[in-house]
């Protein structure tokens, strides 16, 4: 049966590359893709000291194009559109009309007419879907062109030293959440000074034929460390970056879960209504940083509870982090229990670890600005 499941996975362009390096192959999302290569744990530390390189082909990437392109964006996400420059990239999330999230997403702005979101592989399709029906009577084209594409990414403290090997562009002149369309090893590429790992670094888009060629050169490099999943997560997590599915969902609110900066409620989009709602009846629940007190670990989906033992929230995402001893984590709590510092318990496997509030912030970003 397994056999089966896997055959009918979809596979980026990278594939063999990860079988070549035995990275160890899982089912994400619909995706065959490397969880790991060496370990979580060295691939983690290898982005913070070095370079990682990250398959993300899988992510998707839908062109919206027209005279109304700004105006379809602009009310289709809670960033302001509006003050975009050319080339400039913005993160931002896509809601309901009840204010919980489709998704969250980059977009990168080519023209007032044309645009590009990058939004999570596991959402593509449901995100399209989304797209076209807001679409109403706008003067636009909506492309999904994510089987088109692949992307990676290069992240860490020397990731523009390797990368300018590769272009003759000054990748000085990509600014912090800015892209260019330049060549990379005499190939047509997006690249942009984006990520998620909280290092400097890019994202690097192409032709899915082409991206396996980037690769093969980057990989290739004695300090460049090929990343899967598993330290992916990590390395966002300890960033303090959100994921779909965890600290954001069709259940949760940026609001609740602490992304009020990514909306501009003085802008127009649908959900709108319903945060400026929220905002000024006040939140009832809200996500927090936790940190365990006693030697264990958080895990996604155990429950929080206040020192009555009542359950009071959830661990989104928990981690043992490398050159940590001690388990952190990110939890949607009741409102009344979101103080800093606040004593709560976390159960684990019936058994009832004391915890506190901490802040969200569980490292200082890197990012080159």
Not at 67 to 91: F, G, M
Not at 105 to 111: A, E, G, N, Q, R
Not at 192 to 204: A, K, L, P, Q, V
Request: a neutral charge; proline letters at 2%; glycine letters at 8%.
């Amino acid at each position: 049966m397994r056999g089966n499941k896997m055959s009918q996975l979809k596979r980026t362009p990278l594939y063999e590359e990860h079988v070549k390096l035995s990275g160890k192959i899982v089912d994400f999302a619909g995706w065959e893709m490397p969880i790991e290569y060496s370990g979580i744990k060295q691939e983690h530390i290898a982005v913070r000291t070095n370079v990682g390189l990250f398959d993300v082909s899988h992510m998707g990437e839908v062109f919206i194009s027209g005279v109304e392109a700004e105006s379809y964006v602009q009310r289709l996400v809670t960033a302001d559109i509006t003050k975009l420059k050319q080339n400039q990239v913005v993160y931002t999330m896509m809601c309901y009309e009840k204010g919980t999230i489709v998704d969250d997403l980059l977009v990168y702005k080519f023209s007032n007419e044309k645009y590009l979101l990058v939004v999570n592989a596991s959402n593509i399709d449901k995100d399209f879907a989304w797209m076209l029906s807001q679409k109403k009577n706008d003067n636009i084209l909506i492309e999904n062109m994510s089987a088109s594409y692949g992307q990676v990414a290069l992240q860490g403290p020397n990731a523009q030293k390797l990368l300018q090997k590769l272009t003759e562009f000054n990748l000085d002149d990509i600014k912090f959440f800015y892209f260019e369309e330049i060549q990379v090893q005499g190939i047509d590429c997006i690249v942009s000074r984006t990520g998620y790992t909280g290092e400097d670094g890019f994202e690097i888009y192409a032709d899915k034929a082409d991206i396996v060629t980037i690769w093969k050169t980057l990989i290739n490099f004695e300090e460049v460390s090929p990343i899967g999943l598993g330290a992916r997560d990590t390395l966002r997590f300890e960033a303090g970056l959100p994921l779909y599915g965890n600290e954001i969902s069709q259940d949760i609110t940026p609001l609740e879960a602490g992304l009020g900066f990514f909306v501009k409620l003085d802008t127009d989009f649908i959900g709108k209504d319903t945060l400026v709602k929220q905002k000024e009846e006040g939140l009832k629940r809200k996500l927090v940083g936790i940190q365990l007190l006693k030697k264990g670990i958080c895990r996604h989906g155990y429950p929080v509870c206040d020192l009555n033992e009542k359950e009071i929230g959830v661990i989104t995402t928990g981690y043992l982090l490398p050159e940590r001893d001690y388990s952190i984590a990110f939890a949607l709590v009741d409102i009344n229990h979101a103080n800093l510092e606040e004593k709560l318990f976390i159960k684990i496997r019936n058994k009832f670890y004391e915890a506190k509030v901490t802040s969200k912030k569980f490292m200082n970003k890197k990012y080159k600005k």
